[in-house]
């Protein structure tokens, strides 16, 4: 199948390359597949120093911060060489030939996932490492066998550059095959690689607006592909009155230290926390804001939409603020930012939504403040779209699953658990572990895809594709099909004669 | 958040009704759903008479063929009715609290799949059981705990208005919550309620124009969805030479008997079979067709364009008439039609591809015969896009991975792994098993999504969504997540301590 549009030189040659490729590395055994995430892991803390003053100098995080998401990024490729190593991704099933099936004679069928062909991943502005270059979805499409073309982030280009020098140096020196890995820059590139049919999934982090554009591209291609693009979330928290009453301190200064880390510029930062009326957080909350020192956000354009959104939600009818901290604008244009919080009832929230209900990227976070007996899982369905997280603060005696409101508690539970891909009870959803049960995701706009993870070793199915072997002898099936099981990945075997065990049993 | 377009009384009605019990079905434990998917299963058989009948006399498929259809569609729910009791389709992974973790504490975290929600599911033409109202996908659902709305197929109303009685009913004695089980009729209705921001997922089987169609609609939604369609395929099948010397008498008539059955309206019919020059096949598929009775096609319109394609493709320049076969319109415009195979020579087919490659609807296939030394692992990207399936039929020694071509033959299969869904290895792709291990589905335009199947135990992961809940009390976690399982299901448990131990021994 031909490209309607042919490719800029350079473009074409690295597709062409990561085309090239895709056969060679996914015939490569886990083994030596983990290896190669293992040196790649290994080069990324060999460079740390100049990679962290790189990162440093080109988005303003600290180098705390930055060290701690050079460290995370490669504990993430260590975690995904176990995953390819495991073989558990690949979900191999055996039917053995049953000549007594329900059906009559049931073939010999082996099936399990292979990997999807080459990835394009965009790459974030906030996470310059963990969700760039080197980041999770490189980490789940090399575990799973794809080549991988990263779109650098025009936040971090130098960073881009080098941390791909590095990765691929270390895929190289691991003996992958030439094209495994690369870079290319400029939105222009971006969205002419992913039109073209060798490329066969996408990935990204980002804003509604771009995430969707980049969506319905890969949609509306000739041969549409999945496109997994985690894009908007708000992350909404809920107090109960015990929760307060037994915690004031603590919630007031672990919203604070959540919403101010990193500037506020992280897609589980706590958008909105729901609080009973008269809880009695205002000085705690503003004594928590009032020492954090200025953070430069991560470029002119953030800093400009952040002032923006940051006067219209002051300015909207019945927005009190809490703690006002505010943003400088330096020479450069970049803006130094201190957290705000401002608090509003619900049913202010309510009459200002067109204004107030928009994600804030920076660290601005809103209060909200309910009546007494307010049914706040109504609220959720009508206040909220798709979020990767939503979070309850309860009290001890709620949280033993008691108390009068149980009923209540259940059902806000179980809508939260519809609006959201992470339900957490107490603590805060920033600081997201990488972890097989972590799942950062959720309906949309949180994600353009909500059958998959973008942080976490379950990220790996986004890359794969099951395909089966229907009597193929033994020499011609691929390793962890055969009955052999040379590289000893788990297989799920029906044997004959053990159809509709259940089903059969229960007539 | 609200629709665009506020559908007609009736469709809001039916789609209120899903939404409604969404959350009541979801909470039914896995046991009485299991005992509901038997109940359908039971119900279908006590109205096979019946159901038949009509089928019979809407469809003009054989009362045998058909019989065949619905035992398979109740053993079918009787095999979900197994895998919701499984329960390994969750996927529960437990993450102890790790106060030792690479990164830092990592928080209790539980995840599992849910069901995504209410669900529409288009009806097929050529399956009136097992891909309609009752079938697969449907099946699926239910046993996902999602509330389904059919869209029936115009070419057999009374069967789904009768079967979705019958379905409804059983659910309904079995004590599932009203509208867990509806159906709608008509373009325009499923096309309005795709477009429902309350339907989350939808499926499809039929034709790669209305698939695409559909396909763009879930697409483009303000909140878009996931969209199963099964679409295109024409499931290449590959002889060699030393096949042909070992059993030309069996394959001449396993070819025709699976081209002709169902007068070949099935999306797994062999559609191209390559097999070497001079290969002496005419005369024993001549006469394997001859005595194959005519056959009513499903419908008026496949009727005529069945015999639009098949005098475009005899007269395409090159192609020989193997058995000629034919079909014949009777006074209400229905066709009868007898198999027809042609043979043309690869380098024919390159030069006739405009017109022969499409898919024929019916009992037509082409024979492909290619010179000794022909390279066929090229000519399928180069002729072909994806498909359900792809079959090859080797001697003796080339399928015990041995003889001189056995290279050639593993970039063969190699590249067949990449254009379907399932490879075979003998026998003919017609004849679906429906399985934990089966594979139905695979590259555009066999599918508008490659990461699931239409067949098999494995398509209930259409209609699930992960969640996690983090640091979440016993009492108040899903059952299949807490830590005394009282579902008994799969849990995969990652210790506190256990980081990393692939990656971490390869340092």
Redesign the interface.
């Known amino acids: 199948?031909t490209n309607a549009e042919p490719l800029a030189p350079e473009l074409e040659t690295i597709v062409a390359n990561a085309a090239a490729a895709s056969?060679a590395y996914a015939a490569v055994n886990p083994v030596e597949r983990?290896?190669a995430?293992?040196a790649v892991?290994?080069a990324l803390d060999a460079s740390r120093e100049e990679l962290v003053s790189i990162a440093a100098s080109e988005t303003g995080l600290t180098e705390a911060r930055l060290n701690g998401e050079l460290?995370?990024t490669a504990?993430q490729?260590?975690?995904f060489?176990?995953v390819a190593?495991?073989g558990?991704y690949l979900?191999v099933?055996?039917?053995e030939a049953d000549t007594a099936?329900?059906?009559g004679v049931?073939?010999d069928?082996?099936?399990y996932h292979?990997p999807?062909?080459p990835v394009l991943n965009f790459s974030a502005s906030n996470f310059p490492f963990a969700f760039s270059v080197a980041g999770g979805d490189s980490a789940a499409a090399l575990a799973a066998g794809c080549p991988v073309i990263v779109k650098a982030h025009s936040g971090h280009p130098q960073l881009s550059i080098r941390t791909a020098e590095v990765v691929a140096e270390a895929l190289a020196g691991a003996g992958m095959p030439d094209g495994v890995f690369q870079l290319i820059a400029g939105q222009a590139a971006g969205i002419a690689v992913l039109k073209d049919a060798r490329i066969k999934a996408g990935s990204f982090t980002g804003s509604i607006y771009a995430g969707r554009l980049l969506?319905?591209i890969a949609?509306?291609r000739p041969?549409?592909i999945?496109f997994y693009g985690e894009l908007g979330s708000v992350n909404p928290v809920f107090v109960t009155k015990a929760a307060i009453d037994e915690q004031a301190a603590e919630l007031a200064a672990g919203y604070v230290t959540s919403v101010a880390g990193s500037a506020g510029q992280l897609c589980t930062k706590p958008g909105f926390v729901f609080v009973p009326e008269a809880h009695g957080l205002d000085e705690a909350i503003a004594s928590a804001a009032a020492p954090v020192g200025e953070h430069r956000l991560l470029n002119q354009k953030i800093a400009k939409s952040y002032v923006e959104r940051r006067d219209a939600i002051i300015g909207t009818a019945g927005v009190r603020v809490v703690a006002e901290g505010g943003i400088r604008i330096d020479d450069e244009g970049h803006g130094w930012a201190t957290p705000t919080i401002v608090a509003v009832s619900l049913d202010n929230l309510r009459a200002g939504r067109e204004t107030l209900m928009d994600e804030v990227f920076g660290p601005m976070s809103v209060l909200v403040e309910y009546p007494a007996g307010a049914d706040l899982a109504a609220a959720v369905?009508e206040l909220f779209?798709?979020n990767l997280t939503a979070t309850l603060h309860?009290g001890t005696v709620e949280?033993?699953?008691?108390g009068a409101d149980v009923e209540a508690?259940?059902d806000l539970?179980?809508v939260l658990?519809?609006h959201?891909?992470?339900?957490?009870?107490?603590?805060w959803p920033t600081g997201v572990?990488?972890?097989?049960?972590?799942?950062h995701?959720?309906?949309?706009?949180a994600t353009?895809?909500?059958?998959?993870?973008s942080v976490g070793t379950?990220a790996i199915?986004r890359f794969?594709?099951?395909?089966?072997?229907?009597?193929?002898?033994d020499?011609?099936l691929p390793e962890p099909l055969r009955t052999s099981n040379p590289w000893n990945v788990p297989q799920?075997i029906?044997p004959a004669g053990e159809?509709?065990?259940?089903?059969?049993s229960?007539?």
Chains 1, 2 share one sequence.
């Not at 159809?499 to 059969?504: I, K, P």
Request: aromatic share 4%.
């Open positions: 199948m056969d983990a290896k995430l293992v892991a290994d460290t995370r504990v490729l260590r975690l060489a176990d190593v495991d558990g979900d099933r055996i039917d099936f329900a059906l049931r073939p069928l082996r099936r292979i999807v062909g969506a319905d949609a509306s041969a549409p999945r369905p779209e798709g309860l949280s033993a699953g008691e508690l259940r539970i179980r658990t519809q959201a891909g992470r339900v957490l009870f107490g603590g572990a990488v972890t097989p049960a972590m799942q995701g959720g309906p949309w706009p353009s895809n909500d059958s998959s993870t379950a199915s794969l594709r099951p395909v089966a072997y229907q009597s193929a002898p020499a011609l799920a029906a159809s509709t065990q259940w089903g059969s229960a007539k």
